[in-house]
Each structure stands twice: as structure tokens, then as C-alpha cells.
């Protein structure tokens, strides 16, 4: 069975770090690009960040630049979502998903498998 599952998320506290995981099965996220979308109650589903499978370069939306960092685990088959200086704007369900090839964006429609997700909740 072909799927994507993510991990790491929980109740933070303002200014404080998780790191989220992305694991596959039943298929090699070598070819893939992956990326990071999060949706908070009443939103529409943002994209934040993307590893592509061409050359592993990263992209990053405004809102999480600079403290968010996307990489690729050393087994290749797992991508991490480092996320740091969490703010309350934050909380959302995280989920990844892959698209065959190199990045071209973060509409959802292009992308073939996504996780079930997981809550981060930045609250005090």
C-alpha cells in the first residue's frame, strides 16, 4: 500500500520547536518532490514548503521563512519539517504530500499521495 505518513506534532508553547516527520511506504520518495501543507480551522490549505526531487532545492512561503527548514533524511525516504520560533499562527493540521518530479508549485491537484496529517497547536 502506497502512503504518507506524518509525525511529530503536538501542543508548543509560543517561541518553542517541533519537527515533523514524513515517512513513506510501498514507494521511494526519490523521484518525488515533497511538500508541506497546513490548513488551521476556517482556512484554505496553504502550502509552505517543497524539497524537489531534481536538485533538492528547498521554497519556503513568507510566513515561514527564515524559520522553518525542509530536509531530506539520510535514508531518503523520510522528509523532515524543522520548525522553529513557533508563533499561535501556527497552529494548523500539517500534512505532506509528493508530486512526481521536479517542484512546480504548491496546488494541491499536482500532488499524487498525502498524508492524514497531524496538529501542531502553538498556545500558551
Known amino acids: 500500500q502506497l502512503q504518507l505518513v506524518e509525525s511529530g506534532g503536538g501542543l508548543v508553547q509560543p517561541g518553542g520547536s517541533l519537527r515533523l516527520s514524513c515517512a513513506a511506504s510501498?514507494?521511494?520518495?526519490?523521484?518525488?518532490?515533497i511538500a508541506w501543507f497546513r490548513q488551521a480551522p476556517g482556512k484554505e490549505r496553504e502550502g509552505i514548503s517543497c524539497?524537489?526531487?531534481?536538485?533538492?532545492?528547498?521554497y519556503y512561503a513568507d510566513s515561514v521563512k527564515g524559520r522553518f527548514t525542509i530536509s531530506r533524511g539520510n535514508a531518503k525516504n523520510t522528509v523532515y519539517l524543522q520548525m522553529n520560533s513557533l508563533k499561535p499562527e501556527d497552529t494548523a493540521v500539517y500534512y505532506c504530500?509528493?508530486?512526481?518530479?521536479?517542484?512546480?508549485?504548491?496546488?494541491?491537484?499536482?500532488?499524487?499521495?498525502w498524508g492524514q496529517g497531524t496538529q501542531v497547536t502553538v498556545s500558551s
Open positions: 524539497i524537489s526531487s531534481s536538485d533538492g532545492s528547498t
Open positions: 510501498g514507494f521511494t520518495l526519490y523521484y518525488y518532490s
Open positions: 504530500a509528493a508530486h512526481l518530479g521536479p517542484w512546480s508549485g504548491f496546488n494541491p491537484y499536482e500532488y499524487d499521495y
